[in-house]
T-cell receptor, first 116, second 110 residues
Framework: EAGVAQSPRYKIIEKRQSVAFWCNPI?????LYWYQQILGQGPKLLIQ????????DSQLPKDRFSAERLKGVDSTLKIQPAKLEDSAVYLC??????????????FGEGSRLTVL | TQLLEQSPQFLSIQEGENLTVYCNSS?????LQWYRQEPGEGPVLLVT?????EVKKLKRLTFQFGDARKDSSLHITAAQPGDTGLYLC??????????FGTGTRLQVFP
């Protein structure tokens, strides 16, 4: 079974530029998550989708971050314009069971963003 | 806001030593998961506990959920270099959200 796919693995941009990350979850997983992980810290939930609807985006900085999940499968996370503090690993995860409190989250390898 | 504090933040030990990692919160969780993350990889689930007082064992790893479901611990017996990584607890509540802890970075030297 294929895992969660993310791209790109690495991205270096200047501040105020834009960047987009792509995620393809495990087939059949209805719930998709985007987490931000600062080096050495625990992941922070940015947005959670159930199929193509948003379940939680309370911690998404909506003035610069946006995310969509068209057709309830792939998802993209965009940052525009980027700030220095956005430097982090962006993890995508998916789960089969809902609610997530008993289901296992399967993570991709992450997209490491460096903002100069 | 639900927060999960882990301690210690860093742990550096020799192979064969025992260790315990703690995960504490003032909030009650309906379930608690532990993940391990290696450099350049995403976190991987180790265990899920759902009942207060529950103890689960995974080879040399023992996980316990507190009676009040506000805290959890991970005990590793005879640590091996392969145990090196970032250990994350994650709490699930009445919503679909999974809140991750602050993380404990473990380094086991041969």
């Amino acid at each position: 079974e294929a895992g969660v796919a993310q791209s790109p693995r690495y991205k270096i941009i200047e501040k105020r530029q834009s960047v987009a990350f792509w995620c393809n979850p495990i087939s059949g997983h209805a719930t998709l998550y985007w987490y931000q992980q600062i080096l050495g810290q625990g992941p922070k939930l940015l947005i959670q989708f159930q199929n193509n609807g948003v379940v939680d985006d309370s911690q998404l900085p909506k003035d610069r971050f946006s995310a969509e999940r068209l057709k309830g499968v792939d998802s993209t996370l965009k940052i525009q314009p980027a700030k220095l503090e956005d430097s982090a690993v962006y993890l995508c995860a998916s789960s089969f069971r809902r609610p997530a409190n008993t289901g296992e989250l399967f993570f991709g390898e992450g997209s490491r963003l460096t903002v100069l | 806001t639900q927060l999960l504090e882990q301690s210690p933040q860093f742990l550096s030990i020799q192979e064969g030593e025992n260790l315990t990692v703690y995960c504490n919160s003032s909030s009650v969780f309906s379930s608690l998961q532990w993940y391990r993350q290696e450099p350049g990889e995403g976190p991987v689930l180790l265990v899920t506990v759902v009942t207060g007082g529950e103890v689960k064992k995974l080879k040399r790893l023992t996980f316990q959920f507190g009676d009040a479901r506000k805290d959890s611990s991970l005990h590793i017996t005879a640590a091996q270099p392969g145990d090196t990584g970032l250990y994350l607890c994650a709490g699930g509540g009445n919503t679909d959200k999974l809140i991750f802890g602050t993380g404990t970075r473990l380094q086991v030297f041969p």
